[in-house]
């Protein structure tokens, strides 16, 4: 089927994005390919019309569960067949959809990548029917990266499984020159194969502002800026604190961050994208996968970081092309906090040792065992009951996860689940004997389709309306079916995941890479770096110092950020251009005034008077009379 015919009939539109048709035609013809697109650039469509168009399925590899089952829904709702395997599903459900992949009946099995290893997944792999191995956030199989995962590195291996000739195509909106080529060896690509689309955003407009009183510069930013937008912050309590700020000044606000429940964070997300709020204050677990065009401004109260997660959470406004502003916000303290997360980020070996030693002793993982193993995991309820500084729990965690010890999810949030697990005459069969059941069973199955084949989502809460029966009498109709093996029923959860990706070490303690945890450091060190460059540099454009960290060397002046704006020669302060406006909108209060009349009102120099008046008509926010005199509009 013709490329341009899928995207039009699956995803309703006439024409490509730019480099989206080469990317594509490269996969077509059997290339290894990496593909370098900035965030909102499309990037699900190079793998998913390609794979459309090709025989067979495509496994997607996908460190984010949250993105998959966006991208898994969205595939659905067009009808495409499509599934994902992560961290949190029972073996029976990872059963149920290898064995539909085995059947071909589905087009795209998205994994996480810690499921690449494991006996299950390779055994049947060599019995499906694959066409594309697609690897997005391809940046995370770098060490070099900001976002290392190990288990990124048994791609290489697992791709050995599929047919010869099936091609790779990693997908990435941030890497380094370094990245870039670290990505296609350890792919193991046949031929170096990039497709890299410029970083530059002209649309988006990038401020820095040292500024001792965020609140009141905050609110100023959003005040002058419609439409919606993003704050981010660093810290759950900050979202709820900010958000309550935001609404006492009269701004349309809420929050959001890893800790909320599935329903909340659907409940926020579609609110927001809907423009029933207007700004969303959040962690940086807010923005992957939510695909909202016209967001004017994204502002950072706390400095990230790294640059890679400036650029791709910065990188939120404007995707519709429009004009759009990143405002950064900072001052010292903010720079001391960051170099103390740099030295906390890398706590002492025999620290993470430690740690390692007390999630053993707390989970009753003996030595030689544990690989595999799943737990519900409360990362302070454990920091409290080892008796160790929650910080620097989760900094050794991060470590432990970094060197493909353990994963961590922490979006493992997940609708209750329902598979029957009789066939149509075996159910009938029971509910003769078991007619209590007939009811709810029938509601059951008007209200969810598919659950003879697969698990399917349900919501507790739907059926109790439906059937005018209390929640808890629900679930307890669920667990009874499930005792009596008619269905397989997972009740919702929110608590995050842990997995030990490895055995226990026989030795007495965890054998640690010093080479490794130097290197990380000196990695981190390297990144830190740019953020504290590219936060106090006052005399280069924000943009090309962004462009030229991630290797775009030849690039111009923007124009319009803070750093351009002041080397202009008609530069004129904020604080001054502020007066002079505000001088100017009194005025115009009381009537139309001539520029004579102005010169003499407002105590500023006669040129900078006239300067801001040049600008506020070109803004078309004041005008000029056929008398020659200026009036608000």
């Known amino acids: 089927m013709d ?88 073996f029976k459900e990872i059963e149920s959809i290898l064995r539909r992949c085995e059947q071909g009946e589905l087009k795209f ?24 191995l697609a690897i997005d956030e391809s940046h995370c199989i770098s060490q070099w990266g900001y976002d290392f995962r190990p288990p990124y590195l048994e791609i290489a291996d697992f791709r050995q499984l599929l047919p010869p000739q099936t091609p790779v195509l990693a997908l990435t909106a941030t890497a380094t020159p370094e ?27 990038y401020f820095v502002f040292k500024e001792e009183n965020k609140i009141k510069r905050l609110l100023q930013i959003i005040n002058k800026i419609e439409g919606t937008g993003i704050v981010y912050v660093r810290s759950r309590k900050k979202t709820v604190e900010m958000a309550k700020l935001l609404n006492q000044h009269g701004i349309s606000a809420d929050f959001y961050h890893a800790g ?13 994208k ?40 910065a990188g ?10 990143a405002v950064l916000l900072y001052e010292n303290a903010d720079l001391v906090d960051l170099e103390k997360n740099y ?6 070996i025999p620290t993470i040792v430690q740690v390692y030693d007390n999630l053993c002793s707390y989970f009753q993982i003996p030595a030689g065992e544990g690989e595999g193993k799943i737990f519900d995991f409360d990362m302070l309820q454990f920091a409290q009951n080892v008796q160790m500084s929650p910080l620097l729990v989760h900094y050794a965690l991060v470590f432990l996860q970094q060197s493909g010890l353990l994963a961590i999810e922490d979006n493992a949030a997940e609708s209750s689940k329902v598979n029957i697990l009789l066939n149509n005459k075996e159910l009938d069969s029971f509910l003769e004997k078991h007619q209590q059941y007939e009811d709810f069973v029938k509601l059951l199955l008007r209200s969810y389709s598919g659950l003879f084949s697969s698990y399917v989502a349900i919501n507790e809460e739907v059926l109790s309306q439906r059937s005018e029966q209390p929640i808890e009498k629900i679930k307890q109709i669920l667990h009874k079916l499930a005792v009596f093996k008619v269905i397989a029923y997972y009740p919702q959860t929110n608590m995050p995941k842990l997995v030990f990706l490895s055995a226990r070490p026989s030795s007495n303690h965890l054998p640690v890479n010093q080479e490794y945890y130097k290197t990380r450091k000196k990695v ?62 009194k005025c115009l209060q009381d009537g139309d005034w001539s520029l004579e009349e102005l010169l003499k009102k407002i105590p500023q120099k006669s040129d900078l008077i006239i300067s801001v008046l040049r600008d506020l008509l070109s803004k078309e926010t004041i005008s000029l009379t056929k008398e020659k005199k200026y009036q608000k509009k």
């Open 109 to 132: 099995l998205y994994l996480s990548p810690e499921r690449l290893k494991t006996e299950l997944l390779q055994n049947i792999v060599q019995k499906m029917n694959v066409s594309l």
């Open 260 to 272: 909320l429940d599935m329903a909340s964070r659907e409940y926020k997300q579609e609110a927001w």
């Open 316 to 325: 939120r406004a404007g995707r519709d092309e429009k004009p759009a502003y």
């Open 524 to 585: 981190a060190q390297k990144r830190l770096a740019a953020v504290f460059n590219y936060v106090q540099s006052t005399n280069k454009c924000r943009s090309r110092l962004l462009l030229e960290y991630f290797g775009e060397k030849n690039s111009n002046n923007c124009e319009h950020c803070d750093a351009c704006l002041q080397m202009r020669a008609d530069y004129i302060p904020e604080n001054i251009y502020e007066n002079i406006e505000n001088h100017i909108f």
């Open 179 to 205: 990245v870039v080529l670290d990505i296609q060896q350890k792919l193991k690509f046949r031929k170096n194969n990039v497709f890299q689309k410029s970083f530059a955003r002209p649309n988006l407009t």
């Open 3 to 90: 490329i341009h015919k899928i995207l039009k009939h699956y995803w309703g539109y006439d024409a490509f994005r730019s480099m989206q048709e080469e990317i594509i035609r490269s996969v077509l013809e059997g290339k290894d390919t990496l593909a370098l697109l900035p965030t909102g650039g499309g990037k699900s469509i190079c793998f998913q019309v390609p794979a459309m168009a090709m025989e067979g399925m495509c496994i997607v590899v996908s460190p984010l569960i949250a993105l998959m089952k966006d991208q898994v829904e969205n595939l659905k709702q067009k009808n495409i067949p499509a599934e994902a395997i992560y961290t949190g599903l029972s």
């Open 274 to 313: 809907n423009n029933k709020t207007r700004i969303i204050v959040a962690t940086n677990a807010f923005g992957m996968g939510i695909d909202k065009p016209d967001v004017r401004v994204v502002i950072h109260i706390d400095i990230p970081d790294n640059l890679e997660a400036y650029f791709q959470e």
């Open 343 to 348: 030295q906390n980020s890398f706590p002492p």
